[in-house]
């Protein structure tokens, strides 16, 4: 299909001082972020969840819909709706976050879905678990990843694709990992995925297949586009890199204050201030949030709400009680999690702006009290 | 509050070529538009609707919330959600359009929320009717405007506010003029307006005032800031301009084919191909909408689904068969409505880009069968 070989090639990276162009706009108004007032719920209401669609959200009838299960198997499947509602049910409340979060942030700028930092949630996901179905088609012994296609159709740099993402399977016979058809005690809504989604707790949002129709176990590493192309960390242009996978430590904080409509600036009174926010890591618990009210000169320890055994993969809230003094401030905030790792205040950059945890600033204008 | 003044001014316009701005883009992650496939629900699925808050999403406590009635009337009134909810019920299906749809696409670019023109939704609103609430309050006879305010604060061109806007009483009391409390069969979720929203049926979205607490009658024109400098129709700085009031006629295609992740260029196969969208008139119903398939130098008129009188205010489906060749192709369409209004082929400018409906331009290309 050679007119699409126009879209072909690698990343691109925007030049310096280039503003936003009208096709990071086209994205930016299709795929929803999380407003970050919106950090105050524990569960994320519905439709204030970060979605990212690569394509379009597809029609999908759940009457005619089924779920095969096919590859190095010894008992293909093939499964509707009603077949996979009569397993074991099983529900995870799971924080996900999308690996292009912070991108536009990045100078210079990878140009693709323009996220500032709003491309996270968190939901209660129902369903089943994925390892004991794995188990009932007996997987080969020599298995290695397996692939979860969706019913989402595109191109991508000129490859015409469904989107499909290989995972070790290691990874997908976690306990955790399930096989959702409901988000927050409602059915899936179209765009996260109805009627069925992948959700693997700790993974960023490219290992959540949504529309899933297929699962193909592989007895070599997944080549596909996604795994191969999409999701790496490089730096240079050609460079294979390392491939995206768990969530890396971060926190934000709810702006405090009210805004500016245009600016989105912040003003608040001068007195005691709750600075309130969510942390959270995809490969070890949380161990420290950190806020600065000086721009990173200096930083002081917040208080973390307690780890809900109930609710390993949730993301924490934290709060530190800040006095603000008139005049203008930069607020700051770092986690980090039991693996040492923490987020960077200087950015470590990469070409297609993957995982990138660069400390949030939030700028505010403390007025005198009663002003 | 000095600090705010660096806010103040004018709506600004984007020099010719200048990208969108972070400011335009923080903008665009917060409020969500509707992924224009999402046209094919009748009435769009929770998540998928249009969404602007002009500030931050308050936290309102339902259980501690009450909604005065007050100014020019004889009888002030102060409800609980309880009591509205003891009310007759009454619900609407209503298309609601935010003012500022499609600003982003007119040169040269008025600077505010960056929308192409994904800012639409089809909802079933809930809860009961305003007039009678109003008639028991009993307006004075010199009534003129009612002024709806919100639980959402902050500052818009240096101004600091509650979000208010003023209605003529007359567009109060038509009889499908509603408080809503629920939005296709569930509570209103809170960037919707949670506890309680107004849904005035055939208006913009500015006057469609969320987190409703205050109706205050007025005996003369209302001049706060949302009526009287925002969502006016003016051409030079300065000029007062008229205020912006009923949505006009648009029709919007869903873009048919697969799209390129990136440009959002569209693929299809040639062939007889469906198309097919919604059209809409806040003013009068809509009666014809034509479709192009040759970047608007000819057009057909396409079918348009019958008036449903259980839905006067909802949106109407079309669709138009196109036999598309191989190559490349531009698709138009355009609403007209009972008034003889249409929508225009070159841009009809204004200074807040508000209440601009150029026609939608989707540009495809067609592959040869089995290509």
New interface residues.
Partial sequence: ?T??DT?RGRARVAEPG?????????????N??L?L??L??DVT?????Y?L?????P?VDPASWTLEVTGAVERPLRLTLADLQRRAPATGRVLLECAGNGR?RLEPRP??Q???L?AVGSAEWGGTALAPLLQEARLSADAVDIVFTGAD?????GV?QDYARGMPVAEALRPETLLAWSMNG?PL????GAPLRLVVPGWYGMAQVKWLTRIEVLEEPFTGYQNATAYRLATEPGEPGEPVSRIRPRALLS?PG????????R?LAAGPVQLSGRAWSGRAPVTRVEVSTDGGRTWADAVLSPVDPAHPWAWRAWTCTWTAEPG?AELLVRATDATGGTQPVEQEWNRQGMANTLVQRVPV?V?PPG?
Avoid: C, N
């Fill in positions: 299909m007119a699409m879209a280039e503003g936003i162009g009208l096709d990071e706009l086209a994205l930016a108004t299709r929803h972020g407003p007032e919106a105050r719920y209401p519905p439709g204030l969840h979605v669609t690569h394509f379009d959200i029609a536009a140009v693709s323009p996220w500032l709003e159709h595109g191109v991508e740099r015409e409602s809504p179209p765009q996260h702006p009210f805004p500016d409509f245009m600016t989105r600036e003003f203008p204008t007025f002003d």
